[in-house]
């Protein structure tokens, strides 16, 4: 856990610190993932002119940083908010609460096995964070389940605790394409032949990472909707669904036809 993390920063990182104090000289902030204090003087806090530091930075607020230099012996840190750009902000906030949440599950599978978090990291969570990203790991675990870890070393009953653990707590976002299926049966079995085509086409496509769905909307229209983690594995799967109802429905002595919806 803590081991993971060097104790000081190198300069050109980006870190997430807490504003403490402001003076008229610039801030003191404490950067969060190293306990440590580091200084913004005020000609690194924006590239106009201030009147007031206080428009710019204020106690308590969170900030991304960048570290300009790093003196140990001294304990002397010297940071920066001008030379951040919006876009370095952004991600740096989303990797830094990634990172925050896949410590929270960590914990949450140490508890599941009874052993300690550095435990779990030394036997489990380096070699995953090694290949995936820890916080990424997790992600990876609710769409390929546990085989994603034990495929790289992970001992089977610490891959299985993972992946419960992230089916639990990890809701991975999804897209959703659609479109209309135009089916028609005139034979005497007609109803079981279109229902059978659904069915199949369905169970074809069932993966973790893909979910097709079918909704009648006025025989003989229904509308198909897949939910998938992007638009190219939706669009895929969308196309061999309706591909596969069309062509079960001909074989059978129906007509079928599809349109893709915006």
Known sequence: MAARKPEWPEVGD??????????????????DEYNKRGLLHVSEISSSWIRNIRDFVREGQKVVLKVLRVNIEKGHIDLSLRRITKRERIEKIKVWKQDRKAETLLRNVAEKLGLSSD???AKAGALIEEKYGLYEGFEKAVKEGPEAF???????NFAKAFTAVAEERIQVKKVKVKGTLEIRCVK???????KDAFLN??????????????????APKYSVKVLA???????EVL???????VS???KAGGHGTFRREK
């Open 14 to 31: 980006l870190v997430v610190a807490t504003i403490k104090t402001v003076t008229s000289y610039g801030a003191y902030a404490t950067l």
């Open 119 to 121: 435990e779990v990291y």
């Open 150 to 156: 034990t495929e790289i070393g992970v001992p089977e």
């Open 188 to 194: 005497p079995n007609g109803v079981k032949i279109i």
């Open 201 to 218: 086409a369905k169970k074809a496509e069932k993966t973790k990472d893909a979910d097709a769905r079918f909704y009648v909307i006025a």
């Open 229 to 235: 983690e992007n638009y190219k594995r939706a669009e």
């Open 239 to 245: 196309q061999k669904v309706s591909q596969s109802v």
């Open 248 to 250: 079960n429905v001909v």
